[in-house]
T-cell receptor, first 115, second 109 residues
Framework: DVKVTQSSRYLVKRTGEKVFLECVQDMDHENMFWYRQDPGLGLRLIYFSYDVKMKEKGDIPEGYSVSREKKERFSLILESASTNQTSMYLC??????????????FGPGTRLTVL | KNEVEQSPQNLTAQEGEFITINCSYSVGISALHWLQQHPGGGIVSLFMLSSGKKKHGRLIATINIQEKHSSLHITASHPRDSAVYICAVDTGTASKLTFGTGTRLQVTL
């Protein structure tokens, strides 16, 4: 079974802090994604990566950056956390485009609160 | 207007009822996904379909490509089916999915 893990289930940070959210997958997937999920808005794509050191902006990249130094690990960075970044953050991975119709496998999520 | 619309947003049913959740989309797709999210956050994939119908236990998913519409049915619903059900479409663009806002289902005894 594919396993996607995230570094924390719950995180509380203060405004202005630098925040790192880590995601690791064990299935050698090329594609990895970071989403945030807010009530009434569904999942929105922040960034995705289709290979090591490659990244593309999603729909809401402002205030975020990412890092993918190793294939199995995709990090989301909040350079200076703000209260409007309080949300549930979900990581996902998938095999290369063209295989298995882009089924994505999700981590358990990190609920981040910024005070 | 969202590219993926789900209805209803919230649904309450009694145990044993037949449940239908609908998903309409406005873009061309290569596949449609139904996902389930239990309280606590984790999302699991239920179905991935590009045509016709798929069945897994008490769950049935159908898609009509011409009408750009899919339904998820749950037969003989049970309280453990209580979750948020999310429809997502694959437009074939760079492995990305576009998500609906979800349907929150509560099944009571």
């Amino acid at each position: 079974d594919v396993k996607v893990t995230q570094s924390s289930r719950y995180l509380v940070k203060r405004t202005g802090e630098k925040v790192f959210l880590e995601c690791v997958q064990d299935m050698d997937h090329e594609n990895m994604f970071w989403y945030r999920q807010d009530p009434g808005l569904g999942l929105r794509l922040i960034y995705f990566s289709y290979d090591v050191k490659m990244k593309e902006k999603g729909d809401i990249p402002e205030g975020y950056s990412v890092s993918r130094e190793k294939k199995e690990r995709f990090s989301l960075i909040l350079e200076s956390a703000s209260t409007n970044q309080t949300s549930m953050y979900l990581c996902a991975s998938s095999p290369p485009t063209g295989l298995s119709y882009n089924e994505q496998f999700f981590g358990p999520g990190t609920r981040l609160t910024v005070l | 207007k969202n590219e993926v619309e789900q209805s209803p947003q919230n649904l309450t049913a009694q145990e044993g009822e037949f449940i239908t959740i609908n998903c309409s989309y406005s873009v061309g797709i290569s596949a449609l996904h139904w996902l389930q999210q239990h309280p606590g956050g984790g999302i699991v994939s239920l179905f991935m379909l590009s045509s016709g119908k798929k069945k897994h236990g008490r769950l049935i998913a159908t898609i009509n490509i011409q009408e750009k519409h899919s339904s998820l049915h749950i037969t003989a619903s049970h309280p453990r089916d209580s979750a948020v059900y999310i429809c997502a479409v694959d437009t074939g663009t760079a492995s990305k999915l576009t998500f609906g806002t979800g349907t929150r289902l509560q099944v009571t005894l």
